[in-house]
């Protein structure tokens, strides 16, 4: 008797841990959201957008490709940080790595997308759970008019 006790309490047990607690969704809420980037003008060809929520939770991210993204983020006020790199040439007797009998070409990139978009972004939008989140990123090189990079809904 004591053993059927004791099994249909751990029954139980696996009962409540399997159909969790709260009524939990499993996570943060998420809608998607897409749109363009464009640098001075002509759409970002391959690179990455980042959301990064203001309250410093867990960011989203997704690929930029073809000037196009579109990936599911958290809901809120979000940081945007944008990047996109390009192979560049270098000196081939300078820019090898030793490994052992093999000299292998280093490859060396720089970023297309100046600082103010990326590592030391201004660009803020907001994720909202009315479903229009079509963001236009339009950025620009020349400093003079990094104030008119924002993220609008087309």
Known sequence: MEVMKTTVWIGMFCLILASGCGGSQGGP????????????????????IIFEP????????????GGQFSFKSRLG???????????????PKEASVDLGNVDTPQRNYRSLIPKQYNSETTLK??????????FAFDLT????RTSGAKGTRP
Not at 79 to 84: A, T, Y
Not at 125 to 133: A, C, F, P, S
């Open 77 to 91: 006020m979000m940081l945007v940080r944008i990047s996109s790199m390009e192979e560049i040439e270098s000196d």
């Open 29 to 48: 809420e998420t809608e998607w959201v897409q749109g363009r980037v464009n640098l001075n003008g002509q759409p970002v060809k391959d690179g990455e």
């Open 125 to 134: 939008i907001e994720v909202t759970r009315d479903g229009k989140n079509n």
């Open 54 to 65: 203001v309250d410093f939770s867990a960011s989203s991210a997704g690929k930029i490709e």
């Open 141 to 144: 090189t020349d400093n003079s």
